[in-house]
């Protein structure tokens, strides 16, 4: 039990260095370039969702339930 208890905590430990010198190899400018040249803002009209929050009468089984 003890045994378990220190490999858990181990990897806990392990997994947080890893985290801290991946986070701090990381080029925070060249990641901001990236994000403002590759990503893009959508228009609504493109959009998947429908964020229509209007009152319309739902009519068959599936509308109901939320699909």
């Excluded at 959009?47 to 009468?57: L, P, Q, R, Y």
Aim: charged share 35%.
């Amino acid at each position: 039990m003890k045994t378990k208890m220190m490999m858990m905590v181990g990897a806990l430990i392990c997994l947080g260095a890893v985290s801290q010198v991946v986070e701090h190899s990381i080029d925070k400018e060249e990641v901001k370039t990236f994000v403002t040249d590759n990503l893009k803002e959508q228009d609504e009209k493109d959009a998947t969702i429908d964020f229509d929050v209007d009152e319309k009468e739902e009519n068959t089984f599936f509308e109901k339930i939320g699909f």
